[in-house]
């Protein structure tokens, strides 16, 4: 239990956090394939997917000249910060300070977007670059959480396994039923992943610093209890506090 507790809240936390960043990416892919063309649709995906591997090829030998330690540091605080943005717009948009992510409001801005640039002589190249554009900033967020997560423990590939994975399955799935997933609970997923993140990210800041986490790995589980318990305060004490609610 004690070694599989590290590979399965890897995989878990690689693949809702990329699942959630495909999500978001098929939505743009989608509609620039159903508006203009798949052609422009798949080539600019295509173009963003190339980048993407060059840059793993690039930058990935270079965290084996790290040291362990300092790796774990470094990486503990980023996913700290990187989990707490997640959960704080998670939070927020629990309480209803923010508007919650609209699949299919996003299809039809972008769709209503590429209908207005049709006349234009350059609407191909734009509709590629509208898929090249979403591939890439989303792909980029799923590169980093897929080395943060795994490359501290030096489970990268399965953190590459599971963000493959969600890939695969929202591929299948929008392919299947040919329009956005707007029934996946994307606020829920980016709480849980929010949650997960943070909690690794103080897991390995820990043991970054030379701290000795009882347990050993299966700390991990205490302090994604302890971060759950804390937000789930948080979002109950703000919901019988409208004033701090509004100050959000």
Known sequence: MNSLTP??????????????????????V???GVTRSWRPALTGAALALAVL??????????LALIPIGTMQFVVGVLLILFGMRWLR?????????????????????????????SADRRADYLAG???FKAVLLEGVEVVFIVI???GAHGLTLYAGL????????????GLFVHRPLATVPENTLKFVVGLMLTSFGIFWTGEGIGAHWPGEDLALI???????????????????????????
């Open 7 to 28: 590979i399965l809240s890897t995989v878990t936390a690689s693949f809702l956090a990329s699942f959630v960043e495909v999500v978001e990416a098929f939505t743009i």
């Open 30 to 32: 989608l509609a620039v």
């Open 53 to 62: 591997a060059a840059l793993v090829l690039i930058f990935g030998p270079l």
């Open 89 to 117: 717009k998670a939070i927020l948009r629990s309480l209803g300070v923010i508007a919650l992510h609209d699949e299919e409001a996003a299809f039809s801005k972008e769709t209503a977007a590429l209908q207005a640039q």
């Open 129 to 131: 670059l509208a898929a």
């Open 148 to 150: 943060a997560v795994g």
């Open 162 to 173: 599971g963000a493959l994975a969600a890939v695969a399955i929202v591929m299948l799935i």
């Open 222 to 248: 205490a302090i994604f209890a302890i971060v759950s318990l804390t937000s789930y305060a948080i979002v109950r004490g703000l919901r019988g506090n409208p004033t701090a609610k509004a100050t959000q």
